[in-house]
């Protein structure tokens, strides 16, 4: 059971990137899925989910309106779009599945990747 997450990388203020998940060894159509992050000196934090299905997605305020979290399950595949970045969503970026609880707690998540850097220079 693998997560990988890719796409990060340095962008400048007001750019976009792509990050993407893959999962290998388990098919995500069963999970809700979500990205977080973690910046240095600082803990990991909820950055969006999206429910198995793909029809319900969550956002943390600091993301609402400049990010978006998809999937396709087909392609056993997760994204999040971040558009109009800032300095201070430098962090690094990590994908995880969730069977079921609050997809806004870390600690129901069953399965995590290892994390993409993501910079962002002003």
């Known amino acids: 059971v693998q997560l990988q997450a890719s796409g990060g990388g340095l962008a400048q203020a007001g750019g976009s990137l792509r990050l993407s998940c893959a999962a290998s060894?388990?098919?995500?159509?069963?999970?809700?899925m979500g990205w977080f992050r973690q910046a240095p000196g600082k803990e990991r934090e909820f950055v969006a989910a999206i429910s198995w299905r793909g029809g319900s997605t969550y956002y943390a305020d600091s993301v609402k309106g400049r990010s978006t979290i998809s999937r396709d399950n087909a392609k056993n595949m997760v994204y999040l779009q971040m558009n109009s970045l800032k300095p201070e969503d430098t962090a690094v970026y990590y994908c995880a599945a969730i069977y079921s609880g609050d997809v806004y707690q870390q600690r129901n998540y069953k399965y995590w990747g290892q994390g993409t850097q993501v910079t962002v220079s002003s």
């Open positions: 060894g388990f098919s995500l159509s069963s999970y809700d």
